[in-house]
Nanobody
Framework: VQLQASGGGLVQPGGSLRLSCAAS????????MGWYRQAPGKQRELVALITSAGSTNYADVVKGRFTISRDNAKNTVYLQMNSLKPEDTAVYYC???????????????WGQGTLVTVSS
């Protein structure tokens, strides 16, 4: 199983970016999917989570600016980021709890990370 993240880049303050992360491989079911980020010199932190049913949870610092969504048919999670601030600069990682076969416990997989830089 692999998670492939894309969509990072350089954007000016106030701008927008959309991240994508697709899970592929031997997948029976994908449970919760999420986005985390790690800024230089800081610990990795949760940005947003979404369950297989579509329930969402956000870090307070991104509420109202970021939106997480998913396409279950494509095993893909998205993060729409609006009103970006310099403090949003970080490497963004996706993760997913994936069941590879019936009666097998979920395993958490991580994507490779995509860099988001917010700067003028």
């Amino acid at each position: 199983v692999q998670l492939q993240a894309s969509g990072g880049g350089l954007v000016q303050p106030g701008g927008s970016l959309r991240l994508s992360c697709a899970a592929s491989g031997n997948i029976f079911r994908v449970n919760a999917m999420g986005w985390y980020r790690q800024a230089p010199g800081k610990q990795r932190e949760l940005v947003a989570l979404i369950t297989s049913a579509g329930s969402t949870n956000y870090a307070d610092v991104v509420k109202g600016r970021f939106t997480i969504s998913r396409d279950n048919a494509k095993n893909t999670v998205y993060l729409q980021m609006n009103s970006l601030k310099p403090e949003d600069t970080a490497v963004y990682y996706c993760n997913a709890d994936i069941i590879r076969a019936m009666l097998v416990v979920p395993t958490t997989y991580w994507g490779q990370g995509t860099l988001v830089t917010v700067s003028s």
